[in-house]
C-alpha cells in the first residue's frame, strides 16, 4: 500500500490516515524511495526517529542549503546561506550566536508581560462563549503574533494580516487559504508581502533601532561587516513562520485531541502536568511535519545508500509517533517522561524560538487549565491541506467553565 502513497500530496494529510502510512512505513519501509512526479523530483523518505534524528543532525552528511521543504524540491533556495535554517555550520554558527543572545531568557523576559497579555486576550473570546460553540482554530489564529509580535516590535494593528500571509506561505495548498492562481501565485503572494513588510520594518529600525529583536538583526555586525537586509528580512520571515507554523497547531491539535477522549478533565485536575503536558502536547502535535536535507555525498541510510545529490525528507510527525522511542505513540499523556521529541528538530538547527513558543503555550495552556472545567467536540475537527503544517481548520467545541457558566 506504502509504495502507491504519495507522501507530498496534502490531501493524504487533510484525511488524518498519514499515520496509519508512517507507521506501516516505519515497519517494512523506513527509508522509502519516492519516484518522480510530474516537475517534482524523486525523493527519500525517512521515518524511524533514530533516521530522523541522524539526518538533522549530520550536517556533514547532510546540507540544508539546498531546500528546507518539500515545495522548493528541485529549485534552488533564494535563503540558501542567508537564513538560519538554510545555512549550514560553520557558518550558521557565527550567525546563530548573536541571534541566540538575542532571544535568550533575559531577553525573553523583557516582551513576556506584553506576551502575557496578548495571551489573555486570545482567550477572550473562549471565555465569552462559554455554553455556546467556539472555534479553537479561530481563537488561536493570532496566537503566533501575540508571541513574537512584542518581540519584533510588530504593531499590533498589523498582525491580522501578517497572519492571513503567513498561512498563505505555510499552507498554500489548501483550498480556503490558496488564491485564484494556484499554489505557485499564493506562495508568491505570500512571501512578497511578507518581505515587503519587514523590509519597510527593518528600514525604520536602521533610522531608530530600539529594543526588539529586530532592531538587534539590523544593527548587529556578522563577519566584520553589518547583516545585510536581505539575510535580517529572511531570518524575522523565518521566525514569524516558525511561530506560525507552531503556536496555533498545537493546542487545537491537543484540545481536539482530548475533548474527543474527554480526557481534558483529567489534566486539568493536575497542574503540577503542566511543563510534562506541554512537551507531550508538542510531541502529540508535531506542527511542523518535516524538514529537507540533501545528501552532500554517498550515504548509506538503513539498507539503502542516497547518492550525493538526493533530497531527504526527515519526517518529524513520523518519529514522534515512533513506538520503539514512545509508549502509546498515538496517546495524548500530559505525564509522559522522557519525552525527547523532535519537535523543534534536532542538531546545530534546533530552532532558535523554541523558548519563546514553550514559554507561549505555558502560559496558554496554563490559563486553559485554570480557567475550563472541561470541552466536548462540537463538530468534526477538520484538518488544513498541507504536507508540512499539521494543523487543523475547525474545532469547534462547548467549552464549560470552573464554576460554572460565564
Known sequence: ???????????????????????????????????????????????????????????????????????????????????????????????????????????????????????????????????????????????????????????????????????????????????????AATLQRGHRELFAYFADLVRQRLRRPGGDLLSVLATMRFEGAPLPVGAVIANAYSLLLGAAVTLPCVPAAVLAQVAKTGA?????????????????????????MHFVRHARRPVRLGNHYIESGQPVVAWLTAANRDPAVFDDPDGFHPDRRPNRHLAFGSGRHYCIGSHIARRTLRLLFGRLLAEVADLDLAGPAVRVHSAFLAGFKHVPVVVRLRGGLA
Open 1 to 183: 500500500m506504502t509504495g502507491l502513497v504519495d507522501l507530498a500530496d496534502p490531501g493524504l494529510y487533510a484525511t488524518g490516515e498519514a499515520h496509519t502510512v508512517f507507521h506501516a512505513l516505519r515497519d517494512s519501509d523506513p527509508v522509502h524511495w519516492q519516484p518522480p512526479a510530474g516537475d517534482r523530483p524523486g525523493f527519500w523518505s525517512v521515518t524511524r526517529y533514530a533516521d530522523v534524528d541522524r539526518v538533522l543532525s549530520d550536517y556533514e552528511a547532510f546540507t540544508s542549503e539546498r531546500g528546507t521543504l518539500l515545495n522548493l524540491l528541485g529549485r534552488p533556495d533564494p535563503a540558501a546561506g542567508r537564513q538560519l535554517a538554510a545555512t549550514d555550520p560553520p557558518r550558521h554558527d557565527r550567525m546563530r550566536a548573536p541571534v541566540q543572545q538575542a532571544l535568550n531568557a533575559r531577553a525573553v523576559d523583557r516582551h513576556m508581560s506584553a506576551v502575557d497579555a496578548a495571551v489573555d486576550a486570545v482567550l477572550e473570546p473562549v471565555r465569552a462563549s462559554a455554553g455556546s460553540v467556539v472555534d479553537l482554530v479561530e481563537v488561536f489564529r493570532l496566537l503566533p503574533l501575540a508571541a513574537v509580535g512584542p518581540l519584533l516590535g510588530v504593531p499590533e494593528s498589523d498582525r491580522a494580516r501578517l497572519a492571513e500571509l503567513a498561512a498563505m506561505c505555510a499552507a498554500e495548498d489548501d483550498p480556503d487559504v490558496r488564491l485564484p492562481g494556484g499554489v
Open 264 to 288: 481534558f478533565r483529567v489534566w486539568a485536575e493536575r497542574p503540577d502536568l503542566l511543563d510534562s503536558g506541554v512537551e507531550e502536547a508538542l510531541r502529540f502535535a508535531t506542527p511542523g
